[in-house]
């Protein structure tokens, strides 16, 4: 099994950044992409971005331009950069880790606040 821990988030004023990085422990080799969901009061949880073993990045259209995800393939983590926050991107954020092994691993999620 695979367990995440994220950490980061908080409140922000609308402009601003925040970071948001989450690490992977158990059975992290069968891991072949990490990423971020969110998910808005009322909303369905949506992906946000997510990142292969290999580096190749996948941003989601409400945060391109915006936001930026990273990883170590190595350690098993991931890194959320959220520049230019938007009152819309509030929501809790979730760290994801999939792969082989059916490997669907959810962390507790983390809180994100955009004041306008």
């Known amino acids: 099994q695979v367990q995440l821990v994220e950490s980061g988030g908080g409140l922000v004023q609308s402009g601003g950044s925040l970071g948001l990085s989450c690490a992977a422990s158990g059975s992290i080799s069968s891991i072949n992409t990490m990423g971020w969901y969110r998910q808005a009061p009322g909303k369905q949880r949506e992906l946000v971005a997510f990142?292969?073993?290999?580096?190749?990045?996948t941003i989601a259209d409400p945060v391109k331009g915006r936001f930026t995800i990273s990883g170590d393939n190595a350690k098993k983590t991931v890194n959320l950069h959220m520049n230019s926050l938007k009152p819309e991107d509030t929501a809790v954020y979730y760290c994801?880790?999939?792969?082989?092994?059916?490997?669907?691993?959810w962390g507790q999620g983390t809180q994100v606040t955009v004041s306008s």
């Open positions: 994801n880790a999939r792969g082989r092994r059916s490997t669907d691993a």
């Open positions: 990142i292969t073993s290999s580096g190749i990045a």
